[in-house]
């Protein structure tokens, strides 16, 4: 008689199910040009310099941002105003992971985001059904429910050793705040309301979850998404860049505000009418909110405007523009056709000056700048913050680089000579 060895798998616990080990993010940090104790330092805004030109061209910064700053950290997937009816559902990426968001009103959970991966053999998953949604993957066709337990599995009847259970889709932190759909890949991450403290008390009696959803716009640019960044978080080049914006706001009280996870922007209108007050508002002025990493809002009466600049490469990044309006603003589509428009010429003057700032970086006479103290203390404020996520991760894992590229050091080398 021959006897059939037994498959050494049998018995032994899956991989997924097992305590997985994550290669620390410091890892991605380690060959890093320009990654040293020097250009971690935070010095005072006076006498600060900007971090290094490698870091925006560089291809291992765009691995590394990828585990270090956007699986660490709260991204915008949406909006409460998209999710009318059970199943509805958002598909998008985040630091390279597929992500499924779910409008799932039944047994308490409105919202419940999902990795979009099939843990039979990682098939893609969408949302299927008419009265009775489920979620299926693509490739096989097993099937689940809205709350990501295993449903039904196709010829499967000889498979020894299965436990529904153990393939349930694994599940991605989301929060709501003002109506904003988050996900975060951490699995212990900032509380949201920690992150957006101050913000809702600033705006009112504006509010974001009232607003409507009216439509997105994508832009992709030949940049690295810090270049897009830094540009945004100052009013330095508004006289110059925005020649008819800079009609409209009042540069001479342009201001910027700092908080430890976002600052802000904020300037009255110039006097008469302009683009913004056709929507109704009282034409009062704007907030520019900036959120670490790579969120923005973008509020004035009657309307908000969010953008999410997302990496593609260390050269290129899309921004994504969606569009919320009060109800009653909605009646007025020419104003918000005309806003919008106002809106994309502004976006295109941005695309520009970006895309020359990235080849810039590239040439060989440029690595580090100087801040202005007046202007750029939200740059300032957005390295000092990206910086710290660096030195973080270096801290975790105990080490971090000298100037000298391959020699590690005790972290504590790394000096900070003023707060973030």
Not at 103 to 128: K, M, S, W
Not at 146 to 164: A, H, I
Not at 388 to 395: G, K
Request: proline residues 6%; glycine residues 6%; hydrophobic residues 35%.
């Amino acid at each position: 008689m021959t006897t059939t060895p037994t498959p050494d798998f049998i018995g032994r616990t899956p991989v997924h199910m097992a305590e997985m080990t994550v290669p620390p993010s410091a890892a991605y940090l380690v060959d890093l040009p320009d990654l040293t104790a020097e250009t971690l330092a935070v010095d005072p805004l006076p006498r600060a310099f900007t971090i290094p030109a490698s870091w925006y061209t560089d291809p291992g910064y765009h691995e590394a941002d990828q585990h270090v700053i956007f699986a660490q950290t709260w991204q915008y997937v949406g909006h409460m105003d998209q999710f009318k009816q059970p199943g509805d559902a958002v598909y998008t990426h985040v630091a390279g992971n597929p992500i499924l968001v779910i409008y799932d009103p039944e047994a308490g959970q409105v919202i419940r985001a999902f990795y979009n991966v099939c843990l039979h053999r990682a098939g893609p998953l969408t949302v299927r059904g008419d009265k009775r949604k489920v979620i299926q993957c693509g490739y096989h066709g097993w099937t689940y429910f809205l709350n990501g337990m295993l449903r039904g599995v196709p010829d499967w009847d000889r498979v020894e050793l299965f436990n529904k259970e153990d393939y349930s889709l694994r599940p991605v932190n989301v929060s709501v705040w003002q109506g904003l759909i988050f996900v975060n890949l951490s699995p212990n991450p900032t509380p949201i309301e920690t992150v957006f403290a101050g913000i809702e008390k600033r705006i009112a009696p504006m509010r974001l979850d009232t607003k409507r959803f009216y439509r997105r716009d994508e832009y992709e640019l030949a940049c690295n998404w810090k270049v897009y960044m830094d540009n945004y978080l100052e009013g330095y080049h508004i006289p110059i860049v925005h020649p008819d914006l800079n009609r409209i706001l009042d540069y001479r009280q342009y201001v910027t505000e700092t908080a430890p996870h976002y600052s802000l922007q904020t300037s009255p209108f110039q006097d008469g009418d302009n683009v913004y007050s056709s929507l109704g508002g009282d034409g009062s002025g704007a907030f520019y909110y900036t959120v670490f990493p790579n969120f923005m809002l973008n509020i004035v009466p009657g309307r908000l405007q969010t953008n999410i600049v997302v990496p593609l490469a260390a050269d290129r990044c899309q921004v994504i523009f969606d569009y919320f309006y009060d109800e009653h603003v909605l009646a007025n589509e020419d104003a918000i056709l005309e806003e919008i428009r106002y809106s994309d010429m502004v976006q295109q003057e941005d695309v520009e000056i970006c895309e020359q700032v990235q080849r810039g970086l590239k040439s060989r006479v440029y690595d580090q700048g100087r801040f202005s103290v007046k202007r750029e203390a939200g740059v300032y404020h957005f390295q000092n913050l990206l910086k710290q996520c660096y030195r973080a991760e270096l801290v975790e894992d105990g080490t971090a680089l000298t100037e000298d590229q391959g020699r590690k050091t005790n972290v504590e080398s790394i000096s900070v000579a003023a707060d973030d």
